[in-house]
């Protein structure tokens, strides 16, 4: 069903919006339309499947960087279902060769390439909905640039709250597993769920709800460098050495707001014996060591991405994902990266469509100043 869903959704991610008839059509299911966009998919899952364990799995689509409970009417969860189950018309994720900065590294050489100039290192402090922007540099001048058009990629104003624990490693070697019949090369090929079963999830989002940090936090991880070994440099690669990308889940950015660094290190501790738990070893005994023997691991949490990038909410998608066909009868037939300023147009996760990786929102802004030129 959401295979189905896929191949009918995508294409239309990259044309105007649809209204929410239109886009019924397009899915041409209704029994997927109910499932996936009317009901809980907390609901539909229970009814589908029968294991605790698949239930939670299939359910953990629903709540990245989502604090939601996955049996609420306001259908959250299933947005964030939604958008990860259609990506590519499959569903399938992609890693770039040479990680995501090969694709940034891409888009500046094509924009350089065409005339432009880019600027980084730039606090922006001002957008005009006249077109002009004012930015301070890194010696504290302040500049400004006019244009016909201002695409931003930021966040609306309002009230996001992320909801994630994001942990990175570098390995010295995978760890051995719990049960020793599986090799760590095939068990962390793929996404590696920790203590996510439905049951599970359901416990972590009430102990977040009431304020605590989860007592045994789901989880999951990501190798990507079983994936890409182009990711790490040949010394490391020829050392044995892999990334390790954990991604912690119903940790929203109130836990965090009082004791930042406490909270921080509290929800840490409590994330590594979660994954302790279906390890052999512990992980923190495999992680590589830099030369003055710090160990190779960084941990952020929603309060350390608004701090630190400005992230309103540290809210990886912005903001709360929304249903990718106009909700609103003046958004129908436009492209979804629209604000109240007419020369202002979102380019980023803050778009209808937006909330990832895609590259969707700047596809659609760029169609949008192209179809007013």
């Not at 209204?19 to 899952?45: K, N, Q, S, Y």
């Not at 960087?65 to 259609?86: E, K, Q």
């Not at 006249?130 to 006019?146: I, K, N, P, Q």
Request: aromatic share 6%; proline share 7%.
């Amino acid at each position: 069903m959401a295979g189905h869903v896929a191949e009918r959704v995508a294409p239309t991610l990259l044309e105007p919006l649809r209204d929410r008839a239109g886009f019924r059509e397009v899915v041409g299911d209704e029994e997927a339309w109910r499932d996936l966009f009317e009901r809980p998919i907390g609901d539909v899952v229970d009814e589908r499947f029968t294991d605790d364990t698949v239930r939670g799995v299939v359910l953990t689509d629903a709540l990245i960087g989502t604090f939601a409970d996955i049996s609420d009417p306001s259908l959250l969860a299933n947005r964030c279902f939604l958008y990860h189950v259609v990506g590519n018309g499959t569903g399938d994720w992609n890693v770039p060769v040479g990680g995501m900065g090969a694709v940034t590294g891409a888009l500046a050489d094509a924009a350089r390439a065409a005339g432009a100039e880019l600027r980084s290192g730039m606090e922006v402090l001002h957008v005009d909905p006249a077109g002009e922007v004012t930015f301070r540099d890194a010696d504290g001048a302040e500049h400004a640039a006019s244009a016909r058009w201002v695409l931003v990629n930021m966040p609306r104003e309002g009230t996001a709250e992320g909801s994630q624990l994001k942990v990175n490693m570098v390995l010295s070697r995978l760890p051995r597993l719990r049960d020793p019949s599986v090799r760590p090369e095939e068990a962390f090929a793929g996404t590696f769920h920790i203590n996510e079963s439905r049951e599970q999830i359901d416990r972590a989002y009430r102990e977040a709800r009431d304020g605590r940090v989860p007592s045994v936090p789901p989880a999951e991880v990501y190798c990507h460098s079983l994936t890409d070994p182009s990711i790490l440099g040949p010394e490391l690669r020829e050392a044995g050495a892999h990334t390790l990308t954990l991604f912690g889940l119903h940790m929203p950015a109130r836990l965090f707001r009082s004791d930042p660094e406490g909270s921080r290190a509290a929800a840490l501790r409590a994330t590594l014996a979660s994954f302790d738990a279906v390890l052999a070893e512990p992980i923190e005994d495999c992680l590589l060591r830099a030369p003055d023997g710090t160990p190779c691991l960084e941990a952020k949490t929603p309060v350390d991405l608004e701090n630190g990038v400005g992230l309103p909410g540290g809210h990886i998608f912005h903001r709360d994902l929304s249903w990718p066909f106009a909700e609103a009868a003046a958004e129908h037939g436009r492209w979804g990266v629209e604000t109240e300023h007419p020369r202002v147009l979102l380019c980023g996760a803050g778009a209808r469509r937006g909330g990832g990786v895609s590259g969707i929102p700047g596809h659609n802004a760029a169609r949008a100043v192209l179809d007013a030129s």
